[in-house]
């Protein structure tokens, strides 16, 4: 039995998992303090018997092995979890290896080993939802470096048509997630974005910024497939048009058949649905264990 958990800004989503990978069990829990959050999860784990449990969590993480800090939330707003040593909690209570990662990393692996990106050995996964994160995986293996790829914070230009083209981003302003994540859209034209009517022009402007961080991603990772997930992709209208303008910005450089069948099978949505991140605590959760065997 593997435990998974999609540590989340709002949410915790919890879940318990066979060896062949089906959910047997499933907790969700708004995220407090680690005061109160943490017990709650540790005891729903305890319910049963796990070998391992896999995190997917909200950054920024250190995922530096050799680092003091190592498997701590780092620099997150939700000061209460500030510094929080998350990796170390969960192995000191339950005894058991634990696989960790960015959030956005557990699902770029779900999408790598099961879902939209199979078969290939890259993938770009993006979320585009209160914030925007990007998830990478190079060889079949989540990217880790400096730190983690923050794709979302990539450096945008404005729109000339933007009435907000400053961008919302407390660090950087206009960078993606400062143009074009759920809240931006929602401060730039006060309305939450599932209640723009389908012809307004939030529409245009936001598939244009996606494919600025698409196009960016294409020159800089060349991921064999970019997945967009996230409560804002549910408006399925904004994937003809992120394809669109992707190929319209690439402007011919990139001589790929991707770009010349109109990346229809190559922006796509999630293979896995909702489920690539907790899907991608469980592909964590069996690594650990496979790797814990082989040490
Ligand atoms: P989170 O990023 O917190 O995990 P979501 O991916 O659901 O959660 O993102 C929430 C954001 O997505 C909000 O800003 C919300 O306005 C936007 N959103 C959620 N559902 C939709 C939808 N159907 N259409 C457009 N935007 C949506
Ligand atoms: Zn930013």
Redesign the pocket.
């Known amino acids: 039995m593997f435990g998974a958990l999609e540590a ?4 915790m989503v919890m879940a318990l998992m066979d060896s062949q990978g089906r959910e047997t069990d499933r907790k969700v829990i708004p995220t407090g303090t680690p005061e109160d959050t943490m017990p709650q999860m540790l005891a729903f784990f305890r319910s049963r018997p796990i070998d391992a449990l896999g995190v997917g969590c909200f950054g920024p993480l250190d995922l530096d092995p050799k680092s003091p800090a190592y498997g701590h939330i780092t620099r997150t707003p939700k000061l209460s979890w500030r510094d929080y040593p998350i990796l170390q909690a969960f192995r000191d209570a339950l005894h058991v290896p634990v696989g960790f990662d960015t959030d956005v990393n557990a699902a770029a692996l779900a999408e790598n080993r099961l879902g939209a990106a199979r078969g290939l050995s890259s993938c770009l996964y993006l ?5 925007i994160g990007g998830g990478v995986v190079v060889n079949g293996q989540p990217v880790h470096g400096l730190m983690h790829p923050e794709v979302g914070h990539m450096l945008l230009s404005p729109d000339a048509s933007d009435p907000a083209p400053e961008g919302f981003c407390p660090y950087h302003k206009g960078c993606g997630e400062g143009l074009a ?3 931006a ?2 401060k730039r034209w006060g309305l ?3 209640q ?1 009517p389908e012809g307004h022009a939030a529409w245009a402007l936001e598939a244009g910024y996606l494919a600025q961080i698409c196009a960016n991603a294409m020159m800089v990772l060349s991921p064999q497939k970019i997945i967009l ?7 399925r209208l904004l994937f003809p048009m992120v394809r669109a303008k992707t190929i319209s910005l690439l402007n011919g450089y990139l001589p790929v058949r991707e770009v010349d069948e109109g990346l229809e099978d190559y922006i796509v949505p999630p293979g896995l649905g909702d489920a690539s991140g907790i899907t991608g605590a469980y592909l964590l959760a069996r690594d650990a264990l496979d790797n814990a065997k082989i040490q």
């Open positions: 989340g800004g709002t949410k979320t585009v939802g209160t914030g994540a759920g809240p859209i929602q939450p974005a599932q723009l997930g996230g409560g804002v992709m549910h408006q």
